[in-house]
């Protein structure tokens, strides 16, 4: 596609849903060996048939349900699209693996991969994204954002195991926007790479302590959170300078949670060269604290090793030590 073309005013009307590739409410999907490249949205877009969205899922037909399912992503290159390297509205039994995300630019959250529910019926469940490569994205490395889902949404299932992070324009790996009447499950990332972001290698914001299960496994942060290249006027402490960031940077009332964190780590590296934190666990107004933080994380940095944690933070076991 001609992304530079539908990005003039002049010739397109402005959008960001020009995709390669879009699925709604589908089954039994397989997209194999393919390069898709400058689109004007995503490379790969997974929504949900507007039947459902209108009529509602006891009106819709049988065949179209608030989910795709039974979905198979390998060997597949999304270079250079507009909004996303691909986008999940709601999908079960998904499976991405051998694949490239890179050179998502023009419009946010421009990520390599967008987990990014549109309704409390929308569902996350039983994803797996493995061996796979996430580069050069002017956004988010990977971004799941949990904002429109509640505690009578199915529980979250999805596993991000293998993948290399890197280049990314503002943060590696962001979790988000779970309140504290969310839903529940698990996220996990297992023996994954995030190397060279402009934020934070990790950032967890307003996340309720309470909610999803949220662990890093055997993953490493090497030279992450290396300068804010995006908007240098906006004040430091907003941009999560930190290699791992657990923020709430919205008051109580917006963020939709008091208790923000609920994150563990399980040898994991940070591998940093500055003189700051490796992991900070902050609010940006009142006097919110975090809680449920563990966990234990191997550091490598010569100026020492240490983490910050917002005053009167609770359930706090975390353990970092120097590298070998």
């Not at 996430?134 to 999805?158: A, F, Q, V």
């Amino acid at each position: 596609m001609r992304k530079h073309d539908y990005q003039d005013a002049e010739q397109y009307e402005p959008a960001e849903w020009r995709h390669t590739l879009s699925f709604l409410s589908c089954r039994n999907v397989t997209i194999e060996g393919l390069r898709l490249e400058n689109s004007g949205g995503d490379g790969i877009y997974f929504g949900v048939s507007g039947a459902v969205r209108f009529l509602g899922t006891d009106r819709a037909s049988e065949a179209a349900k608030p989910y795709n399912e039974n979905i198979v992503i390998r060997d597949v290159i999304a270079d250079g699209h507009h909004r996303q390297g691909m986008s999940v509205i709601s999908a079960i039994d998904m499976l991405v693996e051998d694949s490239v995300f890179k050179n998502t630019s023009g419009t946010a959250p421009a990520a390599g991969i967008d987990f990014e529910p549109n309704a409390p019926t929308d569902r996350l469940e039983n994803i797996v994204v493995r061996n796979t490569v996430l580069d050069n994205n002017e956004g988010h490395g990977l971004l799941i954002y949990l904002n429109k889902m509640s505690r009578d949404t199915e529980p979250i299932s999805i596993r991000v195991e293998n993948v290399h992070v890197k280049n990314s324009g503002t943060y590696g790996i962001s979790i988000g926007a779970l309140k504290d009447d969310g839903p529940t499950g698990t996220i996990e990332f297992v023996d994954c790479l995030i190397e060279r972001t402009a934020k934070a290698g990790a950032y967890i914001y307003d996340k309720a302590a309470e909610r999803i299960d949220l662990r890093f496994i055997n993953c490493t942060w090497r030279d992450v959170a290396r300068g804010n290249v995006i908007s240098p006027r906006i004040r430091p402490e907003r941009m999560a300078p930190y290699p791992i960031t657990v923020h709430l940077p919205r008051p109580a009332f917006l963020a939709g949670t008091h208790y923000y964190g609920g994150v563990t780590f399980e040898n994991c590296v940070i591998e940093d060269s500055r003189d700051r934190p490796a992991v900070r666990a902050y609010a940006n107004s009142g006097d919110l604290v975090p809680s449920n933080i563990q966990g234990n994380i191997k550091v490598n940095n010569r100026f020492g090793v240490r983490y910050d944690v917002a005053e009167g933070a609770t359930n706090i076991d975390l353990e970092l030590s120097a590298s070998d």
